[in-house]
């Protein structure tokens, strides 16, 4: 109810201030344009406030602040300008890009990305008038926007010679996917620049074409182990077969992060020995190795990995022990309830979180004596896992203390994680419980509570929200 009523006065606020413009547009307006010139910084809050709600009758008035002496004012316009999206404010935060003030500059670009496909035609005319530095950053807005018109201006930024702009043009052309691109990044991946090399091979992982695969494969025997590193992520996000065989030889890099990469790119493709040969990483001698392999058998639900991860949990790395875990949640087999429930005495609160998330994804009832003492930890995010995770379990046996913890914990948080599990219980005792937090003062709680009982379907349950909904209105 609290929700309708603040929606309703914010109704009535629009309501007010469009009656007012249309009225007097501009007398309207300048008291707000007034009160972002001045030095209060709540009345200049206040002010983008409104104007951003006027849209753009305010962006002619906006406008001629562009140049204001303040750069705070500049600041406020240019963030109002963006959030208004208007293609009538392109050309002020187009002059803005050229500011005395790098946070005004910055703002003016996102506000730039912000408005998207209008302000392409703007900035590719822009190029032919500005510095270097410039140029850089409206290549790499061109790559946020993704709008292809910019393609045939990227490929020729990047056969400049500044190697930011080249740089920043290779990384949009990936960005946007353009496969008119690729000649241009195949011919770079031949060139003397590491940053360039690195960007040419990341633009063809993100446009995705498999006639890429082959030079990508080549990269993997780079002399820079920072090429090809990024070579098998290209890969992965290709998941050209063909690839297989190259990244199965790569797994004996000589460097750890090519090795992880390697890992993750393997884990995209099905293969039945892709398997072994990441249980065989988790004995890797780096741990970024062994966290990557744990990772990428839960993301495989590998069921043959089982007692490989198993092992893994005592790990020297938390880091390690911390993906084994989340995987083993992952893969949900019952045969790793017992040993996640014996780590848990001498673990983190980050993986006693993950150890109880992890058991309620398995939904052994094994584990629910262990998920209630974990109630009693002082963390909340432990709470909270624990009790989501009794309610994802969903036993009878659990309902007492999930009640428990809706009316005696603490944290709201561990409160609206019991709401939301008592959902899982047709109990009359979860029903009342539910129908008390329908008028909890926070509209969330409410909310939970209406789809649990919806959740329990129940006649009484689907009773309790007709004459909730019957109040309300």
Not at 70 to 84: D, F, H, Q, T, Y
Not at 247 to 264: G, P, Q, T
Not at 345 to 357: F, H, V
């Amino acid at each position: 109810m609290r929700q309708n009523l603040l929606g309703f006065t914010k109704l009535l606020l629009v309501i007010s201030m469009l009656t007012l413009f249309s009225c007097s547009e501009d007398k309207s307006i300048s008291p707000f344009i007034n009160k972002l010139k001045g030095d209060s910084i709540i009345d200049r809050k206040y002010a983008e406030i409104v104007l951003i709600e006027v849209g753009e009758p305010a962006v002619g008035p906006l406008a001629k602040l562009i140049q204001d002496k303040n750069w705070k004012v500049r600041l406020s316009v240019v963030k109002c300008l963006g959030e208004i999206k208007s293609s009538k404010a392109v050309k002020p935060l187009i002059i803005a890009l050229e500011d005395s003030n790098d946070e005004v500059k910055d703002a003016a670009i996102s506000s730039l990305i912000n408005i998207g496909n209008a302000s392409v035609e703007y900035l590719i005319e822009k190029l032919k008038k500005s510095d270097i530095e410039i140029r850089a950053r409206i290549a790499e807005m061109f790559g946020k926007i993704g709008d292809a018109r910019a393609i045939d201006a990227l490929m020729k930024l990047a056969n400049e010679q500044d190697e930011k702009i080249i740089v920043n043009a290779i990384l949009s052309l990936g960005g946007i996917k353009a496969k008119r691109g690729i000649p241009i990044l195949l011919e770079k991946l031949s060139d003397t620049n590491t940053d360039i090399k690195k960007a040419s091979v990341e633009a063809l992982g993100e446009i995705g074409e498999k006639d890429s695969s082959q030079a990508l494969i080549v990269m993997l025997q780079d002399k820079e182990w920072i090429i090809r590193s990024s070579a098998a992520e290209a890969l992965g996000k290709i998941k050209d077969q063909s690839s297989v065989s190259a990244l199965k030889k790569a797994i004996s890099d000589d460097n750890e992060f090519v090795r992880a990469d390697i890992v993750e790119a393997l884990s995209v493709f099905e293969d039945k020995d892709i398997d072994q040969i990441i249980i065989s990483s988790l004995s890797d001698s780096s741990r970024y190795v062994r966290e990557n392999s744990a990772r990428s058998l839960g993301i495989r639900k590998s069921n043959i990995a089982i007692e490989s991860l198993i092992n893994s949990l005592s790990d020297q790395d938390e880091d390690v022990r911390l993906a084994t875990v989340i995987a083993l949640g992952e893969i949900g087999d019952p045969k790793a309830t017992n040993a996640l429930i014996a780590l848990i005495n001498n673990e983190s609160n980050l993986i006693k979180s993950a150890i109880a998330e992890s058991l309620g994804k398995i939904k052994d009832i094994t584990a629910i004596d262990s998920l209630i003492i974990l109630l009693k930890e002082k963390e909340p995010e432990v709470r909270c896992c624990a009790i989501s995770s009794l309610g994802k379990i969903g036993q009878e046996k659990a309902l007492e203390s999930i009640l428990e913890a809706l009316n005696e914990d603490q944290s709201r948080f561990v409160q609206f994680n019991a709401i939301v599990s008592l959902g899982n219980f047709k109990n009359p005792r979860s029903i009342e419980a539910l129908k008390k937090a329908l008028d909890d003062e926070n509209p969330e709680f409410q909310s939970a509570a209406e789809k649990s009982l919806r959740k329990i379907g129940t006649r009484e349950a689907l009773s309790i929200l007709e004459l909730n909904k019957n109040k309300e209105n």
